[in-house]
């Protein structure tokens, strides 16, 4: 994973815990919405055209063959493509819709819980006298 060394390095500096929680601030920033797949899930191991899952399938092997229907990819590719269809999955189903922030939503997607930064600055110098304020 950490073969380029200065996005490891950044990587390695930040922490995956740091790196998960920025990631979700901004999300709620932007109102967006994260989807989280299971620990567990075979995502390299599953065809993304069938569904059939290839538990005989070892990590060394870079390229990724079907045995129910013959599709062929790269295992990184498939595995994205798995992932991928669990997110739009889980975002289309009824039970994710959400109501937009407005009047009369619930609120799930507002901003309730984030920090924003000030937009008015106070000034230290005293317009008319230009005397400091300390």
Known sequence: MLKNKHLSKAIS????????????YKTKWYGSEIVYADRFFPSTKRCSRCGHINSEMKLSQRIFVCESCGFTADRDYNSS??????????????????????????????????????????SNIE????????
């Open 127 to 134: 317009p008319e006298l230009g005397f400091s304020k300390f």
């Open 13 to 24: 500096d930040v922490g995956m815990y740091e790196f998960r929680r920025q990631l979700e």
């Open 81 to 122: 493509l798995n992932l991928q269809q669990t997110a739009i999955a889980a975002v289309s189903s009824p039970v994710a819709l959400k109501t937009p922030v407005g009047e009369g939503s619930s609120g799930f997607l507002s901003n309730e819980d984030v920090k924003l930064p000030s937009m008015n600055q106070e």
